[in-house]
């Protein structure tokens, strides 16, 4: 579960203001070599749209923001760092809507421009964390804590780096930093009911998730505190937090999956099932949805779609001799109650040769 998907130190804005001084110091040191009056016409035409783009990603416009930020890109770029901008926002884009392979394509070519920008790897450790790549994150995170040791959404994005490596001491020791200097750091706070969390100690992680939402509502704070009610079996109330996450529009199939599996347990297998199908419209090969998603079928006789989603699973999880088991099945049964009871069998079958 990660703690800052969305936070990323400054907001977009204040990025872009940096980075066009930056651009404009640079021209004016004589650092990028041009043709004055191209160089000019293009810095006027791309420079509003990628103000434009920014404002479109912080209202979770992502569409409109990918149209604009393609369209700056597609007029060309005489300057190199105009250039690198252009393609970090794209990356920002494609993070949101969790395309990572291209997200991370992006921020790449992005540094291989300008390596040297702390925010650029601050923005290539989530990416890596979300992949799962911890170690690439940590590298990364460190990366942007020797350029830029003042800010301090740099140490609570690593302690969310160390918490999903496990150490969990180093992961408090950076969020204890940030406290020191902050006390009312709510990410900073939420960081640390993530690492309490994961640690176990569920009444401490609700208390520090609780002091977050005191001072701010944050979307993430409602989902990490969803996750922690989930723990403990409070499902209603892990309910009332993931449904506040996802009516502030929150981007994060975690929240759809785990809101989905509540649902199913009270046997709202229809609203489970729309949940699922939100999930994998964010990452559409994750199997264990398919396989939540077939068992709500399941439970409303939805044969067809049930077996679907099944050998889906099976194909996803690479066993092909359980995906001509299953299809070998199918084609034996009939849709009736003997059909729905054999149909409950291969899920039993799939989660106990899957040891889940």
Same mark, same amino acid.
């Given at each position: 579960?990660?703690?800052?998907?969305?936070?990323?130190?400054?907001?977009?804005?204040?990025?872009?203001?940096?980075?066009?001084?930056?651009?404009?110091?640079?021209?004016?040191?004589?650092?990028?070599?041009?043709?004055?009056?191209?160089?000019?016409?293009?810095?006027?035409?791309?420079?509003?749209?990628?103000?434009?783009?920014?404002?479109?990603?912080?209202?979770?416009?992502?569409?409109?923001?990918?149209?604009?930020?393609?369209?700056?890109?597609?007029?060309?770029?005489?300057?190199?760092?105009?250039?690198?901008? $252009?393609?970090?926002?794209?990356?920002?884009?494609?993070?949101?809507?969790?395309?990572?392979?291209?997200?991370?394509?992006?921020?790449?070519?992005?540094?291989?421009?300008?390596?040297?920008?702390?925010?650029?790897?601050?923005?290539?450790?989530?990416?890596?964390?979300?992949?799962?790549?911890?170690?690439?994150?940590?590298? $990364?995170?460190?990366?942007?804590?020797?350029?830029?040791?003042?800010?301090?959404?740099?140490?609570?994005?690593?302690?969310?780096?160390?918490?999903?490596?496990?150490?969990?001491?180093?992961?408090?020791?950076?969020?204890?930093?940030?406290?020191?200097?902050?006390?009312?750091?709510?990410?900073?706070?939420?960081?640390?009911?993530?690492?309490?969390?994961?640690?176990?100690?569920?009444?401490?992680?609700?208390?520090?998730?609780?002091?977050?939402?005191?001072?701010?509502?944050?979307?993430?704070?409602?989902?990490?505190?969803?996750?922690?009610?989930?723990?403990?079996?409070?499902?209603?109330?892990?309910?009332?937090?993931?449904?506040?996450?996802?009516?502030?529009?929150?981007?994060?199939?975690?929240?759809?999956?785990?809101?989905?599996?509540?649902?199913?347990?009270?046997?709202?297998?229809?609203?489970?099932?729309?949940?699922?199908?939100?999930?994998?419209?964010?990452?559409?090969?994750?199997?264990?949805?398919?396989?939540?998603?077939?068992? $709500?079928?399941?439970?409303?006789?939805?044969?067809?779609?049930?077996?679907?989603?099944?050998?889906?699973?099976?194909?996803?999880?690479?066993?092909?001799?359980?995906?001509?088991?299953?299809?070998?099945?199918?084609?034996?049964?009939?849709?009736?109650?003997?059909?729905?009871?054999?149909?409950?069998?291969?899920?039993?079958?799939?989660?106990?040769?899957?040891?889940?």
């Amino acid at each position: 579960m990660q703690v800052l998907s969305k936070q990323r130190g400054d907001d977009f804005l204040t990025q872009k203001n940096l980075f066009i001084k930056c651009l404009m110091v640079w021209i004016f040191l004589g650092v990028i070599t041009h043709n004055a009056s191209s160089q000019a016409l293009n810095i006027e035409q791309v420079i509003p749209l990628l103000d434009q783009a920014y404002i479109e990603l912080e209202n979770d416009n992502f569409t409109r923001a990918m149209e604009i930020v393609n369209s700056a890109i597609l007029r060309g770029m005489d300057n190199r760092y105009l250039e690198a901008e $252009a393609y970090f926002i794209r990356s920002n884009v494609y993070l949101d809507i969790w395309q990572l392979d291209r997200a991370l394509n992006d921020i790449l070519h992005t540094m291989s421009i300008f390596s040297d920008f702390a925010p650029f790897h601050e923005l290539l450790s989530i990416i890596y964390s979300r992949m799962g790549r911890y170690f690439d994150a940590l590298q $990364a995170i460190n990366r942007a804590i020797a350029l830029d040791s003042l800010k301090l959404n740099f140490f609570i994005n690593r302690a969310d780096v160390y918490r999903s490596l496990g150490e969990y001491e180093r992961a408090l020791n950076d969020l204890y930093f940030v406290l020191g200097i902050e006390p009312q750091n709510a990410f900073a706070l939420s960081g640390k009911a993530s690492v309490c969390l994961r640690m176990g100690n569920y009444d401490e992680a609700l208390s520090f998730i609780n002091q977050a939402l005191v001072i701010t509502t944050d979307r993430n704070f409602f989902r990490n505190r969803g996750a922690i009610h989930d723990y403990m079996g409070n499902y209603d109330a892990a309910l009332a937090d993931y449904s506040m996450a996802i009516e502030l529009n929150i981007q994060h199939p975690g929240v759809f999956r785990r809101r989905g599996l509540i649902l199913k347990r009270m046997g709202r297998n229809q609203e489970a099932a729309n949940d699922f199908t939100a999930a994998l419209r964010i990452t559409p090969n994750d199997p264990r949805l398919f396989r939540y998603r077939s068992e $709500a079928h399941l439970d409303m006789h939805n044969f067809a779609e049930a077996m679907s989603d099944i050998v889906e699973y099976a194909r996803l999880t690479g066993d092909e001799e359980l995906l001509a088991e299953i299809q070998e099945e199918w084609s034996l049964l009939l849709p009736d109650v003997e059909l729905y009871n054999q149909l409950r069998q291969l899920v039993k079958l799939l989660n106990a040769i899957r040891g889940e």
